[in-house]
């Protein structure tokens, strides 16, 4: 792709092909097409009513607990984003169409609360998605995830968010409520401080400066808040993690974890291919150090591993990581939840983990 072709505000640059379709759309000559068929089009938004919203997550290097995803693919446009691979069960693409084809779980609270219901539902944190953005901007319109939060005061269920997108200030009142409960922790994700790389990195995203000043009024407004510098990608953004934590602990964060990138499925290529065009004269010395992370390849499924790599790179960042944390962070910590508080609409108490 010539650079006057690049998609900006666009992550990927195409779609690689679905591995789960037998038949596919192709540009094999271009000349017969009446438009490009790879264009920086519109998002496109898709209703799905699922019967169930709440999956287990027993990964050992995660730890239990619950994810819910009240939307499908995702708009901000993350090239790294793990999710990517997940959009092509739904028959579409892990490149564009993961960001301009997004789904609609409407029905997501009332499910949520018919599983709480219950009689052998078991209290753990329920990750916020986990999977995508929930505070997305079709989250502005939709208000999907403010209900939901809404549905687990009720319940006084425990919850874990991560978002990079100041659209979590609008439900300030309830995360609020559940705070006062013990019932909630905040993840806010801070990649990089640099906004020209944000732009290409994260494209749609709330800036890092915007970011830190969300974890200033969440903290300011007396929750606990972890800030996630993740993905950390060596050669690109690695040396900023002192920035990021110290900048973090400014603002009043009480926690910070990272995570090396990892390119598992179809992210390998399309990240190969956005940092080729979006950083040519860096690709091969990025490529290079997430491959020495890895084991000598760009993807890992590896527990523990996968998260935070192996190898001399993978031992720099973790030795810096450390190093920031105990200069800035030293002695903060998430305060634990309170299980105790759950029960029922008719107010019995169901089983605690």
């Known amino acids: 792709m010539k650079p006057e ?48 919203i709440v999956n287990r997550v027993e990964s050992p290097d995660i730890g239990l607990s619950y994810s819910l995803n009240p939307y499908q693919g995702c708009e901000h446009g993350c090239i790294y984003c793990y999710a990517r691979n997940t959009h092509q069960y739904w028959g579409y693409g892990a490149g564009l169409d993961f960001e301009r084809k997004i789904i609609i779980k409407e029905n997501a609270p009332e499910v949520l609360a018919r599983q709480l219901e219950n009689k052998n539902w078991k209290v753990m944190p329920i990750m916020l998605a986990g999977n995508t953005d929930c505070y997305q901007p079709i989250e502005a319109k939709k208000k999907l995830t403010r209900r939901i939060l809404e549905v687990l005061l009720q319940y006084r269920h425990p919850v874990s968010l991560i978002t990079k997108n100041a659209l979590i200030l609008r439900d300030m009142d309830l995360l609020q409520e559940l705070n006062k409960l013990d019932l909630v922790h905040v993840n806010i994700s801070i990649t990089t401080l640099d906004e020209k790389l944000r732009q290409k990195l994260e494209p749609r995203t709330a800036s890092g400066a915007k970011r830190l000043e969300v974890v200033r009024q969440l903290a300011a407004a007396g929750l606990d808040v972890n800030v996630m510098v993740a993905p950390v990608i060596p050669g690109l953004n690695d040396s900023e993690i002192p920035q990021i934590i110290k900048k973090a602990a400014e603002a009043g964060a009480c926690n910070a974890a990272y995570t090396i990138v990892r390119l598992n499925g179809s992210i390998g290529p399309i990240f190969e291919d956005w940092i080729r065009q979006a950083f040519p004269d860096k690709a091969d010395k990025v490529l290079h150090q997430i491959a020495d992370c890895h084991g000598g390849q760009l993807n890992d499924s590896r527990f523990g591993t996968r998260i935070s790599g192996e190898g001399k790179f993978a031992e720099a960042i973790a030795n810096l990581f450390k190093m920031s944390k105990q200069k800035y962070m030293a002695g903060r910590s998430h305060r634990p939840y309170d299980y105790s508080h759950f029960c029922t609409r008719s107010g019995k108490q169901l089983g605690l983990f």
């Open 5 to 52: 072709e690049y998609l900006k505000g666009r992550g990927a640059q195409y779609n690689p092909a679905n591995p789960y379709l037998k038949q596919e759309y192709v540009a094999g000559h271009i000349e017969g097409l009446d438009e490009p068929m790879i264009s920086n089009s519109r998002t496109e938004f898709f209703i799905e009513n699922p019967k169930k």
